[in-house]
């Protein structure tokens, strides 16, 4: 049991990283739809490449997405259209004018008028023939049929059928649209009815005139046959459903293609429907079991790549935990996506992958992850071969148009070039698979832009990831690497020749870095920040010291070496008080390693060659590089100081230079922990060797 329990406690992170693998493929299964899928590949428009295919079983032939878009249109576009009549407004509207009516009359118009009787000397009751009359007025133009609005949604359906039904006292009558009036009509029939009935009865008396004028019968005219809106949608829903979404069968036998024949409209429509047939299958433990698998192999093939090519992030479980679960995240996407059926798969930005993924570690990695990420989608996506082919040349695209991110609009183009590389593709395959120009998609193009400006959000999640799990992304060693950073300026004011020296100790890293690969911005970086730990006490540091004064002279020489090595640790902590990541920290622990101070060492032997010395107080207290970039940083460190002594710069003096300070640094196995090979020394020596010559390469004597 002990021997059980210590295995697991010295293995902890590896079993906690196989955990997550494990994780990964669990949550993939579980989203893949569960559903068989069909064994055939096809395309619209190729030859049939597998053998003649029977069917299998009696299925039905189901109808393209274009045919029964097409049924649909033309069921809506001639439903009948039903609205409601409310005799209730009638009714309203008339005792609303009574009161008004007789309150007009008996205010302003009294009977026993001298001027007013003169008009009537030949009607018994003029007040109640004039009430009448706007009665029947009103009666005529709400009954007969009725006074109709119409909303705009419905009015081209209306006009082109021109039959409406109306339900009148819980009788549904059918009517022509032209025998209604709409409110406007209703307003300028009711007003010629008045003028005519004042010319006609009155002479056009301008009394007579004045009192409709008072009683304004227009405004108690309002619609009282309104759209009945539920009974709409429901007959509309009837409709729809009466669809038939298949015509024709294919029964069990009948031969549907041959080796070789062409996959036209037609076939290619009783293919997609046997696939259907396919997956409606019931899943089954088979079906869990063969997704597992395949999802296993995709997952074993990520680690296997990561074990043989970037076994530094398989051994870090954060860094692992990010790429798998990038590849979650997408994966549940597409899903959803998928599931929901409200927006197209093409507007998500799959190209996000490799972008985000490529801006923390390297290209090959980042297209390596887009590429099997797509195969596991592809697993339940429809025309798989085409979406893993668009997506995996897109990943190509995103990858090559961000290969140096130099610069933040690198970031914009590449969206542009993204986007343009979906529509060629797209627009290529939609060409073999239709035969022709006119049945393509378009509108799937608009997916493609939001899919590139979608991508532009690449930045702010770039941000976010570097906070959550502690990554450094090209842009913020980019923002690093600015000469006028407060930290940096700090160091120049102070410490100018520190500074020139960091700055040259960049130009060679990055030369050599860039030539056998490496991260070229984080070794600038780091260059830069490197010796940030002189600040404190430039005038200790010979390149900053005026001829002649030398405040070592006045110390022993174990002060002397105190204050040297000492830089290091205050540089570590002058970077963590300035939020410093700890990718660049880690230049400034090791580009000493754990060597000795050389100078005052040596010094100290030849001073007191009988005492004994203690070698902690002459040594530097930081650690060993662990990755390439700080390996070539700890060699360009000690060779550009040690350059700057060469009394005469000569080929030999220069070759000889740059093997001794390296072949020490080997010596003092300053590298054995670092990922950098025997061959990439040799080739940074030689790097060296050649700068060096250009940098203190002869001039020409000026005459005086």
């Known amino acids: ?65 274009k045919q029964i878009q097409f049924e649909k249109d033309s069921l809506l576009k001639n439903s009948p259209q039903y609205f409601i009549h409310n005799k209730e407004i009638f009714s309203a509207k ?31 009751n003029p007040k109640s023939l004039i009430y009448s009359w706007c009665s029947s007025l009103l009666s005529d133009v709400y009954n007969n049929p009725g006074i109709i609005e119409v909303p705009d949604s419905v009015i081209e359906t209306i006009i082109s059928n021109s039959i409406i039904y109306v339900q009148k006292a819980n009788v549904e ?109 019931t899943y089954n433990p088979a079906l869990i079991i063969g997704q597992t698998t395949a999802v296993f192999i995709c997952i074993l093939m990520i680690f296997m790549f990561l074990l043989n090519f970037r076994k530094d992030v398989l051994e870090h479980f954060t860094k692992t935990m990010f790429i798998l679960s990038l590849i979650i995240i997408f994966v549940i996407v597409a899903r959803l996506t998928l599931n929901f059926n409200v927006l197209s798969v093409y507007l998500v930005p799959f190209t996000l992958l490799p972008i985000i993924i490529r ?19 592809g697993f339940f996506m429809p025309n798989s071969f085409e979406f893993i082919f668009l997506q995996i040349i897109a990943g190509m695209v995103a990858i090559f148009s961000l290969a140096n991110v130099k610069r933040r609009g690198q970031l914009f183009m590449a969206a542009v070039f993204i986007f343009l ?12 698979q239709e035969g022709n120009f006119e049945n393509i998609r378009l509108r799937n193009l608009s997916w493609f832009v939001g899919n590139g400006i979608m991508i532009l959000a690449a930045y702010p999640l770039i941000y976010i990831f570097e906070k959550i799990f502690g990554f450094l992304s090209d842009v913020t060693l980019m923002e690093l690497a600015d000469t006028n950073q407060s930290l940096l300026r700090n160091l120049a004011e102070k410490a100018p020749g520190t500074f020139q020296h960091s700055m040259q100790v960049a130009n060679l890293a990055e030369e050599v870095i860039y030539k056998i690969g490496g991260n070229s911005l984080l070794i600038r970086a780091g260059a830069l920040y490197h010796d940030i730990g002189k600040i404190s006490l430039p005038h200790f540091f010979i390149e900053n010291q005026s001829p002649g004064l030398n405040p070592h002279d006045e110390i022993d020489l174990e002060k002397s070496a105190e204050i040297i090595t000492g830089h290091v640790q205050y540089g570590i902590e002058t970077a963590r008080k300035h939020q410093l990541p700890e990718q660049v920290i880690d230049f400034i622990r090791s580009h000493h390693g754990n060597t000795k101070v050389q ?14 010395i203690d070698l902690q107080k002459f040594t530097y207290k930081g650690q060993p590089p662990t990755t390439k970039e700080t390996a070539v940083l700890m060699m360009a460190d000690a060779i550009e100081a040690s350059a700057r002594t060469l009394k005469s710069y000569s080929e030999q003096s220069i070759n000889e230079l740059v093997e ?4 020490y640094q080997m010596a003092e196995k300053q590298f054995d922990n670092a990922a950098i090979t025997l061959r990439e020394i040799f080739e940074a020596k030689e790097i060296f060797k050649k700068k060096l010559k250009n940098i203190y390469h002869s001039r020409i004597e000026y005459p005086k």
């Open 660 to 663: 001794s300070i390296i072949n």
């Open 599 to 612: 100078y005052f060492y040596k010094k100290f032997i030849k001073k007191f060659p009988n005492s004994e």
């Open 1 to 65: 049991m002990r021997k059980i329990i210590g295995f697991f406690i010295d293995n902890a992170r590896r079993i906690s990283i196989l955990f997550l693998f494990l994780i990964a493929i669990s949550v993939i299964v579980f989203f893949i739809p569960k559903e068989i899928r069909y064994k055939f590949e096809y395309q619209k428009g190729k030859p049939w490449l597998h053998e003649t295919l029977i069917a299998p079983f009696d299925f039905p032939i189901n109808k393209t997405d």
């Open 173 to 281: 009558e059918e009517f022509q649209l032209s025998s209604f009036r709409n409110q406007t009509n209703a307003i300028e029939y009711v007003n010629k009815q008045v003028n005519e009935f004042i010319i006609n009865k009155f002479d056009d008396s301008k009394v007579i005139s004045r009192l409709f004028q008072d009683l304004y019968i227009s405004k108690y005219i309002v619609p009282n046959t309104n759209f009945d809106k539920e009974t709409y949608l429901s007959t509309q829903e009837q409709l729809i459903n009466s669809i038939s979404l298949t015509h024709g069968m294919i029964n069990a036998g009948d031969k549907i293609i041959v080796y070789g024949e062409i996959v036209n409209n037609e076939k290619f429509n009783i293919l997609e429907s046997l696939r259907s047939e396919y997956e409606l299958t």
């Open 421 to 432: 590389s979906y529509c060629i593709v797209y627009l290529g395959i939609a060409v073999v």
């Open 94 to 124: 008339v005792d609303e004018f009574k009161i008004n009516f007789y309150e007009v009359w008996d205010s302003t118009y009294k009977i026993d008028s001298t001027e007013v009787l003169k008009l009537f000397t030949n009607v018994e």
């Open 359 to 377: 801006a923390f570690y390297d290209s090959r990695l980042a297209l390596f992850i887009h590429n099997v990420t797509m195969l596991l989608i």
